[in-house]
């Protein structure tokens, strides 16, 4: 299998289909197609919100929010990083997304209702390494939260870092439970993305927790930044990640 020898896998669509074929991980992957106009029209009429966004993208650049409305008569908002669009008629919403994509593949993927901090998005990135034994080690998990009136929380974005606790508005104490189940779930994805892509050694998981309390997995970057540890709760994890991605990286495992 051509995927076996990729190193770091960058297209999302490759590692969402890889995923998709453990069944125990897809109560936590959102429904996502490639992009056509006829896939959107579909997408969102089952979902009323999804997320149209690069296959091959990062930083949050081209992610487009396109939202149902039912006041006025109804319609459709296409929102990009820095416009909005509004259409009566799927059809023409459609058409727009087309224009605004050009040729490049995009997907569409059901949006998440994401948990907000004084109405602002919130997102989470989790952070393993591989261990000299094969098995995954996980450093724990920070809160990335939208600037004002965007739709993503990159950092490149002005989305900023926060502590897990402070995302979930909890104490320490009581967020430790929440930290359990996205380490347990998180050691799920990385170990189904090793079995696919055996020569990835880093994780960046951006997960997303929704209205509900359910944890999805927006993203998995192979080759991941973790400047958003140093906002960490204990100030010693930032060395410790720096120093294991040092070692990982030199040695070119
Ligand atoms: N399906 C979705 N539902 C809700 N928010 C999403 C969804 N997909 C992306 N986002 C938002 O957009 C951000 C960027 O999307 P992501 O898939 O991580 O692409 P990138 O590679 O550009 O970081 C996410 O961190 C999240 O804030
Ligand atoms: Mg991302």
Do not use: C
């Amino acid at each position: 299998m051509k995927a076996k020898l990729i190193r770091y896998p960058g297209r999302k669509w490759l590692k969402h289909e890889a995923l998709w074929a453990y069944p125990n991980l897809r109560d936590h992957l959102p429904d996502t197609m490639l992009f056509s106009q006829q896939a959107f029209i579909d997408m969102i009429d089952k979902y009323k919100v999804v997320f149209v966004k690069p296959d091959l993208g990062m930083q949050g650049k081209g992610v487009m929010k396109v939202t149902t409305i039912k006041e006025n008569g109804g319609g459709y908002v296409i929102r990009t990083a820095d416009n909005a669009f509004a259409y009566r008629d799927v059809r023409n919403a459609a058409k727009k997304l087309s224009q605004l994509i050009g040729h490049q593949q995009y997907l569409v993927q059901q949006g998440i209702d994401l948990i907000r901090l004084k109405g602002k998005p919130i997102d989470f990135r989790a952070l393993l390494h591989i261990k000299p034994d094969g098995n995954w080690r996980f450093f724990g998990i920070m809160g990335k939260v939208a600037a004002a009136n965007q739709i993503v929380t990159n950092y490149n974005s002005g989305g900023r870092a926060i502590q897990l606790h402070q995302a979930l508005e909890l104490s320490i104490e009581e967020s430790h439970e929440w930290e359990m189940l996205i380490k347990q779930l998180s050691g799920q994805f990385a170990r189904a993305m090793k079995k696919s892509f055996p020569r990835i050694t880093e994780l960046g998981l951006d997960l997303a927790i929704d209205t509900k309390g359910q944890i999805w997995l927006l993203e998995a970057n192979t080759k991941p930044h973790y400047k958003l540890f140093r906002h960490h709760s204990n100030p010693s994890l930032f060395a410790k990640i720096a120093s294991s991605a040092r070692s990982i990286r030199s040695s070119g495992a």
